[in-house]
């Protein structure tokens, strides 16, 4: 994929060009995401949608087929799977770190290896995820180790 950026001229209107062989979901996801302007989850708790920034969240859990999302103060439902989540979820911000977990990585406070070759990560709330060693050269990668 190529992404040119051009500056506009004064009085110009901002303007996106999406040149494709052919829309796919994830391409028109995109576009959706771009028209609204909206990056927000829609999450749910107590029987409410709840519409939260994905830069909040610190990380996603799934448990017996349930993913949650936990942010610092609340924990949310969401109805999407963790493949969908890494795949609609921005690969810079978000790393799959185990099996049931994906972790926000601008939400992890320190690293440090355990036995087995895996790493620890405490997040900013003090919970503790374990990486295990399948992600860990990916870890590695966007952190720049």
């Keep these: 994929m190529k992404i040119t950026i051009l500056e506009k001229e004064a009085g110009q209107e901002d303007e996106i060009i999406v040149k494709c062989d052919y829309l796919d979901d994830n391409m028109t996801k995109l576009i959706n995401q771009l028209k609204s302007g909206k990056g927000k989850m829609s999450l749910y708790k107590d029987s409410k949608i709840v ?35 890494e795949e609609e979820l921005p690969g810079s911000s978000f790393f799959r770190a185990n099996k049931g977990v994906i972790v926000n990585l601008d939400k992890i406070d320190s690293l440090a290896p355990v036995f087995g070759g895996r790493f620890e990560a405490v997040l900013e709330n003090g919970y503790k995820v374990m990486i295990s060693r399948n992600y860990l050269t990916t870890l590695k990668e966007l952190l720049g180790l």
Excluded at 60 to 82: G, R
Aim: aromatic fraction near 20%; glycine fraction near 2%.
């Design 51 to 85: 519409f939260v920034e994905p830069g909040d969240i610190l990380y996603f859990e799934s448990v017996d087929d349930t993913v949650f999302a936990y942010t610092k103060d609340s924990v949310f439902e969401t109805k999407s799977k963790l493949y969908q989540l």
